[in-house]
């Protein structure tokens, strides 16, 4: 999804604006996770931008688009853009002994 929402409607409040803006990205997210996954891999990663224009996006992750979003409402936009990438991704194993274990010596 690469999208820049305008938030401006003469019928549309702007707090209505706000919350279809977050359910159509939640909306967007489930249905990229209900894709079947590629052969060696575990789960979909997310690559994301967000920004005032395309132009101006940053990355982030993706559990802060919702609080970019606040952000931008209370900033009052106008319009912003978002950009939420799928890619197949493997967890990283971790090694047991090392991580995580308390040394009695």
């Known amino acids: 999804m690469k999208k820049t929402f305008q938030l401006a409607h003469e019928k ?3 707090p209505r604006m706000i919350e279809s803006v977050k359910a159509e990205v939640r909306k ?6 209900r894709k079947p996954l590629p052969k ?3 789960f979909w990663d997310f690559d994301c931008k967000f920004g005032d224009t395309e132009k101006y996006a940053k990355s982030c992750h993706l ?4 609080k ?7 900033r009052e936009l106008k319009s912003f853009y978002i950009e939420v990438i ?4 493997n967890r990283q194993k ?3 002994g090392k ?3 308390i040394n009695n010596d």
Do not use: M, V
């Open 63 to 66: 559990a802060e688009i919702d």
């Open 12 to 14: 549309i409040k702007y």
């Open 28 to 33: 967007h997210l489930k249905r990229c996770r």
């Open 68 to 74: 970019n979003i606040n952000h931008a409402e209370e």
């Open 86 to 89: 799928a890619i197949p991704g």
């Open 40 to 42: 060696g891999t575990d």
């Open 99 to 101: 991580i995580g274990s």
């Open 94 to 96: 971790h090694d047991s």
